[in-house]
């Protein structure tokens, strides 16, 4: 077999402990992770994406097979540039499935990319980056739901 | 029994082919269906609405009973306008259902007006317009998720 | 167009309020409505066949457009018997719509033949037969969740 | 055990009569129970503060068990500041649920406080905020929805 | 306010830790929690009565405000037997919202009695009592899932 | 890295079409994929233990690297018997989401073993396996549903 790239797609607004685990898991099964970091220029982010991307970078960088890359275009077209045959993606639950399973059948219909699922650890199955923001902006604490934190500002 | 009308209600922006099947499936059903185009005026659309008008009319020049109207009202009063009994409407996902299940409460709870619900296509179950205004957004291809897409430019 | 014959098939064990409030709604869009109880010879019902059909006739006595009648077959076969082109079926919650589009889906590919869904009345979303069967089992009181019960024993 | 405080937190925009129903169950569990309405000032409201706040005091004019409050910090925070061992809500469907079920376990991992859960009234689970507001934008009526809606302007 | 007691009704099949927490966190709202162990002389256990109460007793012989006591009558009955104001019942995911829900307005129609729901914590939101049974069957451990195990034997 | 090797485990009372797809779609990130029958003594199967192994063998004579294999222990003792790192399931829809996630939240904590997912073909969604045994037990055609279906009679 070829090298086995995946990609983990996400704004990332910031790049949770659950998001953290998903990519750990990953490795498993994929000899090069990248952790792609989606721009879209007509949405506003709270964490800048330069910061984003040291912080992440930060948190795997004893981690040789996975790199951390800023895209602009449509994830599978993305996918295509970085010879990745899979997008990986976490579950938290049920409401995250009917999501994540439109998105999916929709990147394969239009690129025959398919989507391979991990469960995110029950522990953080709790957190999600929105609600992260919303602690942020009425500075509570973030640091169980999020790595290194410091590192975002 | 008098003539059955039904209305089927959306923003369509734009009309994809799951919406196109929804409609055909309803036709063993009513008399006449009207498609009708809700407009809000702080909302932002992505495609003009003349143009969503003229690309729905063309989809169905051949089907005397099917007409394309818009409307700037509650649903259930454009409804009482044009003499429809029912609103018609496709379910995807339990997600859709979801919240399907409260409209359709709450329009029956304000003017007794029924929903009638029709499943969408296996096939088109991924399709929805704002994937569809993500996909045009980034260039991406809409030709398999929407019918004679060039009448929207 | 011809006339329309919708199907509405269960085990009805028993025929609920909610049952009947769906029946009532389709009669609106369909020419004729038959009952369907279905007999599978490897279940067991805690209310006898022929009591349940004189007890959902009985609830129906004057409408002429509706009629009830027991099958032992596949739904969709009962349905070309009876020259039905539709399956009646009701939607309570998100559990229902998962189970019931799995059977739409699947008598739609072995047959053509569409299902058509309504709402169940919010008053008695919480009402099905197995609960029913639970809260007799216990003699509990269940005249408010079936009219004239009285008529199943 | 000392005096058991509950608070029930929203934007209540407007209150509705789904809301008022889970307030009078949490009565039966607490020796208080306050209300908090949160103000986030980056979000715009249909409904006066003020107005908001005196329409819900006159809806419990005659509970001395019952207060309106503002806040506009965590929910958490506001529950230390008041003395709320637990937070109240209501549920409706399992979209809710899923929603719910996040806030709750965060605000517990940060805080320790405990979510406790009401079923909404079925008669009143069709009924939430944001469709009230679309349908006074449209001019249509309310007062099945909310009590007392004169209050609100 | 007179007292106020709490039913936890189950078959506890076994008892697992997930249950355990539910029962310790009532204890904040209730003055007194019983938990009420079902007997359906028609379904078959896995785990002996009367090892399944002792196993529950031992886990609470400190708490002077819980008592176990079997059942064979509906729910609500038994809490009427008893001076129950509330069910209690705990929540994993919305699976076991919808039937929760279904159950819990049942109860209400039927006997004026309220629900009230707390969630599962997170690290036991896996476990339920029919996996256990299936692990135990296949002699795997199940020491992670229940306290005491032991005594169950 | 060694040869990673997944388990596809389940009754397959039969192996559909959903099933088969889920199986070549893993094959693109495992070296070696092992389809285990689980065997559960107390359940009775419509299709014969042999005739199913024969029957998915025979959909998978080509690929050397699939194998089909019976079981009778616990799906992760399995697993560890033939050096599995992981689970491979598919995924239809949120209910089946919410059992497969419990089972391998499960699965994980007693063995550390994890799950991977992949998304059912759209235009297999509605297929499993018990409704495929409710049409032959009718009679009804199921090779829409099953490749070969007359290699398990």
Redesign the interface.
Known sequence: ?SK?IGLFPGSFDPFTKGHEAVVR?SL????EVIIGVGVNTSKKYMFDLKKRMEHISALFVDQKTISVRQFQ??T??FCAEIGA??IIRG?R???D???E??????N???SGI??????TD??Y????SS?IRE?KK?N??ID??VTKPELLF
Chains 1, 2, 3, 4, 5, 6 share one sequence.
């Open positions: 077999m086995k898991k498993a099964l994929f000899d275009t449509l599978v077209n045959s899979h579950l639950d049920s409401k499935f009917q999501y399973k439109s998105i999916a059948h929709m394969f219909d239009i398919e989507t391979v699922f991990f469960l029950q522990k199955s709790a957190i999600n609600i602690i009425n509570g604490p169980s739901f």
